[in-house]
């Protein structure tokens, strides 16, 4: 608590060095801490104490008959007295200070924010402005601790308020369309150890976030060796996050969990993958699949052309082998070939093609990524399609093919958040479900869950960018074409390979086309193994 108090107070200063000027004036600057019972209300008080030893003024706002216990009554002991205390019934009374922190609730906010509470931050933000301060201190800015009071950190949503029993309904319907009444909205959120999935999804994506190391196993932001060992157990749920630096061991450590790439083996114990291509003219994607399929790992892939096409796919390809695939009669006779591990269908297809190939594909029981037209061909019974897949699929749909399958929970896309009904989407499916997107979501039909944000300092807007999936639909195939068959981890393949798409964007940079992706593969692995 003495940490994150601490990180919090110097969270403020970073984010607003304008205040460090006013510490030694006439007009010191001045914070608003609303402190609740637990832990994040200790948080407050620890913030409290550093601000007032700058020499700011600083009004704790808090139940004044609850007493606290542990390390959050040891820091109320600890407020200096030039902290004035104060009931949260004198929300309103005093001069508008420049920063309002809360510390009301954070992780262990388990229910609705009651209007009471939410009322305090507009009474504090409503008080008149103190006569002698410049115009720009009038607005003042609101710091969350961990998360705003009343946010839910797992499934990154506002717990939904219950409105007050006094209204009547056109009070009511007022109420229920002004966000303002019914969240607190920050400017700044500091949280703790490591950022948390609800920080990455939807409310908060874009807000600033400081992460304070406090101490904990892993650091701040570090988490490539927690990412190896996932606990594997249902519903758990993890931030794909790691931040690449000084700990390429770690990074080694989860790409040799996720591939299982023996030093001795040849190419077709390194796996052999296959990707599906379209017709005349319609190769390019499953091509970029193919090549991202290669260069992440797989042993050999074969690219399976339409015969019309294969003169076409011939001239542009050497690595990648090619066979024509006239029809699904002869894809199910490729199965009997056990080196087969891995299968992309989808990426430039056609949906005639698809809805053909499909099934053959999933009687062979492989590691299988079904992507673009091979989830689009199947709007309109996507019941046919959940009737053939099986545990080692996984469905890789962006927001409109996610819409044309689930079309129920797209609707809810909106009010809901990405992860519960990505996890619903898995669980009807029965197979793994990546919904992609800056802020990507994996589930498998157990609940197991991932999300992955190229968000803030891992942004990626490049990958906005045609053909990007086609390219992510490759990178997976490849990885699971790694791996043993008899031990596959498709979550863990998606996550890694989500993961390298964006860092691969990012070493690009700005003037991305898609098929530049699986060349900085290489570069991006020879850092994990440096
Ligand atoms: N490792 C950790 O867990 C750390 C936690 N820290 C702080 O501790 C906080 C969590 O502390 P607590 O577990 O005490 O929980 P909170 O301080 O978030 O909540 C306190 C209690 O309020 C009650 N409550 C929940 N929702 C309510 C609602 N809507 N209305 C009224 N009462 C409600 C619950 O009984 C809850 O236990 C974190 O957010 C963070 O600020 C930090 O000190 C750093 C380390
Ligand atoms: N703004 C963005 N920031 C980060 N990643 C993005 C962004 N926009 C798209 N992506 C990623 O790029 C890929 C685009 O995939 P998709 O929409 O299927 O494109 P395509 O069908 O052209 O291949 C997905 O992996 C998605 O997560």
């Known amino acids: 608590m003495a940490r994150a108090g601490a990180g919090v107070a110097a969270a403020i200063l970073r984010n607003w060095p304008q205040f460090l000027e006013l510490e030694s004036s006439a007009e010191p600057p001045c914070a608003v801490i609303l402190c609740g019972p637990g832990n994040n209300g200790g948080d407050g008080y620890v913030v409290g104490q550093h601000l007032s030893a700058r020499g700011w003024r600083v009004e704790v706002l808090r139940e004044l008959n609850h007493s606290h216990e542990g390390a959050a009554a040891h820091a109320l002991a600890n407020l200096p007295a030039a902290v004035e205390q104060h009931g949260f019934a004198m ?4 001069h508008r200070p420049d920063i309002i922190v809360d510390a009301l609730f954070g ?8 209007t009471e509470y939410l009322a305090l931050f507009g009474a504090v933000a409503a008080r008149p402005p103190r006569p002698a301060t410049a115009r720009w201190r009038h607005i003042p800015k609101v710091v969350a601790v961990d998360c705003p009071s009343g946010f839910d950190l797992d499934r990154g949503v506002f717990l939904a308020p219950e409105p007050p029993r006094s209204l009547d309904q056109e009070a009511l319907t007022e109420w229920s369309t002004d966000e303002s009444r019914r ?11 490591l950022p948390k999935p609800g920080h990455v999804l939807s ?15 892993g650091g701040a932001g570090k988490d ?9 157990q249902p519903h758990a749920l993890r931030l794909v996050d790691p931040v690449r630096g000084n700990r390429p061991k770690a990074f080694q450590r989860w790409f040799q969990s996720v591939t299982h790439l023996d030093k001795a083996a040849h190419k077709y114990q390194r796996g052999h993958a296959i990707v599906l291509s379209g017709g005349l003219g319609q190769g390019g994607a499953a091509r970029m699949a193919a090549r991202a399929a290669l260069r992440i790992g797989a042993g050999a892939v074969t690219i399976a052309a339409p015969q019309s096409a294969v003169p076409e796919t011939a001239a542009q390809i050497n690595a990648l082998m090619l066979r024509p695939l006239p029809d699904s009669y002869t894809l199910r006779g490729w199965m009997e070939d ?75 896309l909106h009010q809901s958040d990405r992860l519960t009904l990505t996890r619903r989407a898995a669980e009807r499916a029965g197979a793994v479900v ?50 043993d068959p008899h031990h596959r ?42």
């Open 203 to 217: 409310a908060l994506s874009g807000q600033r976030l400081e992460i304070v190391d406090i101490g904990l196993p």
């Open 183 to 193: 969240h607190i909205a920050t400017d700044l959120c500091v949280t703790f150890h």
């Open 107 to 114: 992780i262990g906010c388990t229910r609705p924010l009651g």
């Open 338 to 412: 056990d080196r087969l591990r891995a299968l992309c269908l989808g990426p430039g297809l056609g949906h005639k093609r698809a809805q053909e190939m499909v099934p053959a594909a999933l009687w062979g029981k492989r590691a299988t990524v079904l992507d673009a037209d091979a989830l689009s061909c199947f709007g309109e019974d996507p019941q046919v399609l959940f009737n053939h897949l099986h545990e080692d699929c996984i469905l890789t749909p962006h927001e409109g093919e996610f819409r044309t399958l689930f079309p129920d929970l797209a609707a809810e």
């Open 489 to 530: 981890d498709i979550l863990g393949a998606a996550e890694l390979a989500v993961w390298m798409h964006v860092e691969a964007a990012r070493q690009f940079g700005p003037g991305l086309l898609a098929e530049d992706l699986p060349d900085e593969l290489p570069a991006l692995m020879r850092a994990l193994f440096a």
């Open 434 to 483: 990546l919904l992609k997107g800056p802020v990507t979501v994996i589930a498998r039909p157990d609940g197991c869950a991932s999300v992955h944000p190229a968000l803030r300092e891992r942004a990626a807007p490049w990958l906005a960018t045609a053909g990007a999936g086609d390219v992510l639909a490759g990178m997976i195939t490849g990885l699971l074409a790694t791996q």
């Open 91 to 94: 929300a309103a009374t005093g």
């Open 224 to 232: 490539a060796a927690a990412l190896a060992d996932l606990p594997k």
